[in-house]
């Protein structure tokens, strides 16, 4: 049975008052998706089912809708093959190293139109791994980089370490 990784946006403090992640696994659980794990508290997701990614997408989103959180929870749907893609090649294999947490994956739907990236003139340096972008932020909290804005598209972001381990938990299922 198919594995994947649900990544939702927007989820933080100020959700997880009115959505624990125990909460959102059974509800998840009660739409028939199996075997799944909530990792972290920023809304990642590792399951199984029967159903292709579009309906797997579809009943996650069903899922945190329930919680009445606002239309920012957007849900990303990852499968273990692109995940391993983009952990395979490392673009940044020193910032992955030294700094994992200022090595950002941005997840889309599908590949946007790169070709904004091109007049970026700030310090960070870009990889495009299939439909993700990593980003080498070199001072995370000075960054002027607004991705959506720039693509023109939603998208959610994890660090290095954070994508990796999602993409080994769900390799393991």
């Keep these: 049975m198919p594995a994947y990784v649900a990544l939702i946006r927007a989820i933080g403090p100020v959700t997880h008052a009115k959505m624990r992640m125990a909460a959102l696994r059974d509800a998840c659980e009660d739409l028939g998706l199996e075997d799944v794990t909530t990792v972290g508290n920023t809304g990642n ?32 749907v990852q499968t273990p093959a692109q ?65 959506e804005k720039l693509l023109r598209v939603t998208m959610t972001q994890r660090n290095w370490k954070v994508f990796a381990g999602l993409s080994e938990r769900v390799a393991a299922l």
Aim: proline share 8%.
């Design 45 to 76: 997701i590792v399951f199984r089912t029967r159903k292709g990614a579009k309906a797997a997408r579809a009943l996650v989103q069903e899922a945190v809708a329930g919680f009445d959180l606002g239309a920012a929870q957007e849900v990303f």
């Design 83 to 147: 995940m391993a893609e983009v952990v395979a090649a490392n673009p940044f294999p020193q910032a992955a190293f030294a700094r994992p947490a200022a090595l950002g994956v941005c997840s889309f739907h599908e590949a946007p139109d790169w070709t904004p990236l091109r007049d970026w003139a700030g310090p960070e340096k870009f990889a495009i791994v299939g439909a993700h972008l990593v980003v080498d932020y070199p001072d995370p909290a000075a960054t002027k980089l607004k991705i």
